[in-house]
Nanobody, 122 residues
Framework: EVPLRESGGGLVQPGGSLRLSCAAS????????MSWVRQAPGKGREWVSG????????YYAVSVKGRLTISRDNAKNTLYLQMNSLKPEDTAVYYC???????????????WGQGTQVTVSS
C-alpha cells in the first residue's frame, strides 16, 4: 500500500486557488519532514516546498514563494499545499514526498505519492 495519497488537484483559471492534501499512513508522520515536488509536461521533477517534522520550518522554491503555502496537521497525518495566484506555468503533476529525516535540508526522499494533476488554464 502506498503510504502517501494526494488529492485536491484540478483545472483552475489563472489567478485562481487550489488546496492540495496528502494523506499519510503506515508510518509516524510527525517524525518526518515532507515536501511537495512537481513535474510539468516534458520536464523533470522540481522541488516546490518543504516542511520540517514539527512544522516549525518551511522552505519554498523562488518560483512559488509568496503564492504557495505548505502546512501540516500531525494529528490528522496530513500535509497541505495552499496554492494562490496560480499561473499557467504552475501546471504540473504535484507529488508529496516523505523525507527520511525530520529536517528538509538533510537526507533524501524515501516515499512518494501517486501525484495529483494541477492545470492552470483559461
Amino acid at each position: 500500500e502506498v503510504p502517501l495519497r494526494e488529492s485536491g488537484g484540478g483545472l483552475v483559471q489563472p489567478g485562481g486557488s487550489l488546496r492540495l492534501s496528502c494523506a499519510a499512513s503506515g508510518f509516524t508522520f510527525s517524525s518526518y519532514a515532507m515536501s511537495w515536488v512537481r513535474q510539468a509536461p516534458g520536464k523533470g521533477r522540481e522541488w516546490v516546498s518543504g516542511i520540517s517534522s514539527g512544522g516549525g520550518s518551511t522552505y519554498y522554491a523562488v518560483s512559488v514563494k509568496g503564492r504557495l503555502t505548505i502546512s501540516r496537521d500531525n494529528a490528522k497525518n496530513t500535509l497541505y499545499l495552499q496554492m494562490n495566484s496560480l499561473k499557467p506555468e504552475d501546471t504540473a503533476v504535484y507529488y508529496c514526498a516523505k523525507h527520511d529525516s525530520s529536517l528538509v535540508t538533510i537526507g533524501r526522499y524515501d516515499y512518494w505519492g501517486q501525484g495529483t494533476q494541477v492545470t492552470v488554464s483559461s
